[in-house]
C-alpha cells in the first residue's frame, strides 16, 4: 500500500470554455511555456479522452500529459494523478468542449476535485458583455470553483483594459491574448494536427507566451491542496514480457497511462514504426494503437516487409492487441475519404472506407473473462467485414453505438481505445 500522510499544496486551475473553438489549447499551452520560461515546473493534463490536444501539451511542458476523466478512470485515480503532480510549481488542466458540456463534463471534474475554473473567452467584438459571458458562466452552477477570466483574440491594450473594468472584483483577469494569427493551432478531422506535423510550433508557443503577458499581468493561480490517496501497485502479471508498440505518424494515440500501466506489471517496452522498420523487433506481445493510418496508406501498403513480419508473428500464436487506427492496420484494405485504397496487412477479413461525417463517438464499457475495462470510441470509418465478433461493448450513454470487439486466434482487435489502469488484469490479458 503506497500513501502520504500529508497533503501536497500546488496552484491549479482547470481553463475551460463556453465553448470548443475558443482557443482552449492554444491558451493552456501558452500559459504553460510562459510559467516554463520562469522556470517553473508546468504538469498539465487533459480532460477526456483526448490525443492530439496532449501532444501539443506535452510539447510545450516538456514531459507527458495525461488524461483526466472520471468515468473512463474513476475519481480515485484522478485524484491520485493529481496528488502524484503537486510537487510541481503549478499544474494546469485543460478543459474539453464547453464548461457544462458532456457526461462527465469539466464543470464535474472541477468540482468534484475541487479545482478552481478558468475560462477563456473569445473577446473579439465584445465588450461588456465579455464579463456578462463569464458572470453566467461562474454563476450557471451553485458551489463550482470560479477562480477567473481568460481574454482571448484582444484588439488592443483599451480593448483589454475595457474587459477587466467590466468584470466584478470577484472574478478577475487572469490573462489576455491578443489577436494574432501567427500562434493559432492547424485542425483536421478528428481535432488538431499532431505536434510533431507542425514544423513551427515551438516558434508559435513563445510568441504565444508573449502575448499571453503583453496585455495585462499574467497572474499564478492560488494553492490547492490535494489529499494523499491510498493505492496498490498492479500485480506483475507482465514481468519478463517485453512487447513492442508501434508509434510513429500513423499510429501516435496511446495513453502515456496505458504505457506506464504495462510497465508497472513488470513489462519491457521497444518502439517500432509501421512506416518506416521493415520488421518487428523482437517481442513477447506487439501493440498497435489508434492514428492517422488513412493519411500515410501508401507508405503503410508498400512497406510489404512489415507486413509480412506482423504475419509471421500472428502464425507464430504471439499475442496482437490493436485499437482502432492499428485494427485498420489489420484489415484486407482501406479506403481514405478522397477515394484513394490502399492494401493493408490483411490479418482480418473485411475493410473499412474514411467517411467525411463522425461514424461513432463515446465512451465504452467492455467485459472479458478478467472483468471490466472502459474506454471510448471516436472515428469516421465504416467496417465492412464478415467476421463474427467475439462481444460487443456498452456504451455509456445511448447516443453511441455499441462497438464489436474481434478476436481470432492470439490476435484481439476493436475500434476501442481502452484505458489500461482502470482494469490491468484485463489489460495484461491482451498480451498474454
Not at 106 to 113: G, R, V
Not at 247 to 275: H, K, V
Not at 345 to 369: C, D, T, W
Not at 388 to 417: D, K, M, W
Request: some cysteine; aromatic content about 8%.
Amino acid at each position: 500500500m503506497n500513501k502520504s500522510s500529508a497533503a501536497r499544496h500546488c496552484p491549479a486551475i482547470l481553463i475551460s470554455a463556453p465553448a470548443s473553438g475558443q482557443g482552449k489549447t492554444t491558451i493552456t499551452a501558452a500559459f504553460t511555456y510562459y510559467h516554463r520560461q520562469q522556470n517553473r515546473k508546468v504538469c498539465v493534463f487533459k480532460t477526456g479522452p483526448d490525443f492530439i490536444d496532449p501532444q501539443i501539451l506535452s510539447f510545450a511542458c516538456g514531459q507527458p500529459v495525461y488524461q483526466l476523466d472520471l468515468w473512463m478512470m474513476g475519481e480515485t485515480h484522478c485524484r491520485e494523478m493529481l496528488y502524484n503532480a503537486a510537487d510541481a510549481d503549478i499544474i494546469l488542466i485543460e478543459g474539453v468542449m464547453g464548461l457544462f458540456d458532456g457526461d462527465s463534463s469539466s464543470a464535474d471534474l472541477a468540482q468534484t476535485l475541487d479545482v478552481p475554473v478558468a475560462v477563456v473567452i473569445d473577446a473579439g467584438g465584445m465588450a461588456q458583455t465579455f464579463a456578462a459571458v463569464a458572470y453566467g458562466l461562474a454563476h450557471y452552477r451553485a458551489n463550482l470553483p470560479f477562480v477567473g477570466v481568460i481574454a482571448n483574440k484582444v484588439g488592443s491594450p483599451g480593448h483589454a483594459k475595457l474587459l477587466e473594468e467590466a468584470l466584478p472584483d470577484s472574478m478577475p483577469l487572469l490573462a489576455a491574448m491578443a489577436k494574432d494569427e501567427t500562434v493559432g493551432l492547424p485542425s483536421r478531422h478528428l481535432g488538431l494536427v499532431q505536434a510533431d506535423e507542425i514544423a513551427d510550433l515551438d516558434l508559435r508557443l513563445v510568441r504565444a507566451a508573449e502575448l499571453l503577458s503583453s496585455l495585462a499581468p499574467c497572474r499564478l493561480p492560488q494553492p490547492v491542496a490535494f489529499a494523499p490517496i491510498a493505492t496498490s501497485p498492479p500485480p506483475p502479471l507482465l514481468a519478463g514480457k517485453r512487447i513492442a508498440v508501434a508509434r510513429d505518424a500513423a499510429f501516435s494515440f496511446i495513453y502515456q497511462a496505458n504505457l506506464d500501466c504495462l510497465q508497472a506489471m513488470g513489462a519491457e517496452l521497444t518502439f517500432f514504426s509501421p512506416l518506416a522498420d521493415h520488421a518487428l523487433p523482437e517481442a513477447d506481445g506487439l501493440y498497435l494503437p489508434g492514428g492517422y493510418p488513412e493519411l500515410h496508406l501508401q507508405t503503410l501498403a508498400d512497406n510489404v516487409a512489415m507486413k509480412q513480419s506482423v504475419h509471421a508473428y500472428h502464425q507464430a500464436g504471439k499475442p496482437i492487441y490493436a485499437e482502432c487506427g492499428g485494427f485498420l492496420y489489420l484489415l484486407e484494405r482501406l479506403t481514405d475519404k478522397d477515394g484513394h485504397a490502399a492494401e493493408m496487412a490483411g490479418l482480418l477479413p473485411g475493410s473499412a472506407q474514411m467517411q467525411k461525417s463522425l461514424v461513432n463517438l463515446g465512451m465504452h464499457s467492455l467485459q472479458l473473462e478478467q472483468g471490466e475495462i472502459r474506454g471510448h470510441s471516436f472515428h469516421h470509418s465504416q467496417l465492412e467485414t464478415t467476421l463474427q465478433p467475439f462481444t460487443e461493448s456498452i456504451p455509456q450513454r445511448n447516443r453511441s453505438r455499441s462497438e464489436n470487439f474481434y478476436r481470432v486466434g492470439s490476435l484481439q482487435a476493436s475500434y476501442l481505445h481502452n484505458y489500461f489502469p482502470f482494469n490491468p488484469q484485463v489489460a495484461a490479458g491482451f498480451f498474454l
